[in-house]
């Protein structure tokens, strides 16, 4: 069971703003980046975000991301159906001395 | 144009060994952080391990710690994972990982692993 966690799943309409959390504790959002991953199925992870809110090339400024205390947000605007896939945080844990991954959340396009 | 190709997985017993093999083209290993990431049927992503460019900085999660380990082969440009005592548990989908701007930027295409009786 890992020790970042998101809801299993968020949905809306197209068009609309859709925005899922990643909750963690001091020993990994607290004091480190957040990134963010996509995840089509039967297809490998696709990096949204770095640094809590950088966006690599290619990736559109409707996606954004930002970071509080000890949560990380991902917000998808202007919904698509081509959205409908897999999302995951993922963030450096200090006590763990290793990567950990959100849970993961599916996000549904209605 | 980054690319990361995988092989090397297969059907294996509890307690067997399998080694998995990262092929890169358009670039250096020996430049970049390389990772290690597995996703099991109808589970989450779980970071494995991971080796710095110089290769003096390895860290492997604790779910796997003494049983597998990875190596590169620097002038192959190749990325290794060699997995002993596998377990049920291990079945996965195993990706080789590039960090770049990241962590965790390029990904291969993936390779199955999986531990069964």
């Known amino acids: 069971q890992s020790v970042v966690t998101q809801p299993p799943s968020a949905s809306g309409t197209p068009g609309q703003r859709v925005t899922i959390s990643c909750s963690g504790t001091d020993s990994n959002i607290g004091r480190d980046y957040v990134a963010w991953y996509q995840q089509l199925p039967q297809t490998a992870p696709k990096l949204l975000i770095y640094k809590n809110n950088q966006r690599p090339s290619g990736v559109p400024d409707r996606l954004s991301g930002s970071k509080s205390g000890t949560s990380a947000y991902l917000s998808i605007s202007g919904l698509r159906s081509e959205d409908e896939a897999d999302y995951y945080c993922v963030v450096w844990d200090d006590s763990l001395s290793g990567y950990v991954f959100g849970t993961g959340t599916k996000v549904t396009v209605l | 144009e980054v690319q990361l190709s995988e092989s090397g997985g297969d059907l294996v017993q509890p307690g067997g060994s399998l080694r998995l093999s990262c092929a890169a083209s358009?670039?250096?290993?020996?430049?970049?952080?390389m990772h290690w990431v597995r996703h099991a049927p109808g589970k989450g992503l779980v970071w494995v391990s991971r080796?710095?460019?110089?290769?003096?900085?390895?860290t492997h999660a604790g779910s796997v710690k003494g049983r597998f380990t990875i190596s590169r082969d620097s002038p192959r440009n190749m990325l290794y994972l060699q997995m002993n005592s596998l377990r049920v548990e291990d079945t996965a989908v195993y990706y080789c990982?590039?960090?770049?701007?990241?962590?965790?930027?390029?990904w291969g295409q993936g390779t199955l692993v999986t531990v069964s009786s």
């Open positions: 080796m710095n460019p110089d290769g003096s900085v390895i």
């Open positions: 358009g670039f250096t290993l020996a430049r970049n952080w």
């Open positions: 990982v590039r960090d770049f701007t990241g962590p965790l930027d390029d």
